[in-house]
């Protein structure tokens, strides 16, 4: 079992930045993939970017070139930069955790980002 531990939301102005993470409770293979998914208010929850154990990255297309995911193996953190953050970002953000194979996947209690003037 993985217990995931975000911090670092809130409230930010339109074009303000601000940094998640999350901290995993146990050590993490080579096999885990880490990542952020996002749900805003009536809306299904949608993948924000996921990270590899060897780093590779993939995004969304609405985040590319705003967000950047990176990942601390020895820590086993995952964080996530998000910049010139607009209102549609507004939601709460979940750390998930998969593994590759087994695909057992663990979420985080989710924080919330609200992006408003």
């Known amino acids: 079992q993985v217990q995931l531990v975000e911090s670092g939301g809130g409230l930010v102005q339109p074009g303000g930045s601000l940094r998640l993470s999350c901290a995993a409770s146990?050590?993490?293979?080579?096999?885990?993939?880490m990542g952020w998914y996002r749900q805003a208010p009536g809306k299904q929850r949608e993948l924000v970017a996921r990270?590899?154990?060897?780093?590779?990255?993939n995004y969304a297309n609405s985040v590319k070139g705003r967000f950047t995911i990176s990942r601390d193996n020895a820590k086993n953190t995952v964080a996530l930069e998000m910049n010139s953050l607009q209102s549609e970002d507004t939601a709460v953000y979940y750390c998930?955790?998969?593994?590759?194979?087994?695909?057992?996947?663990?979420w985080g209690q989710g924080t919330q980002v609200t992006v408003s003037s």
């Open positions: 146990a050590t993490l293979s080579s096999l885990y993939v």
């Open positions: 990270i590899t154990y060897g780093a590779n990255t």
């Open positions: 998930n955790v998969e593994h590759v194979i087994s695909r057992a996947t663990y």
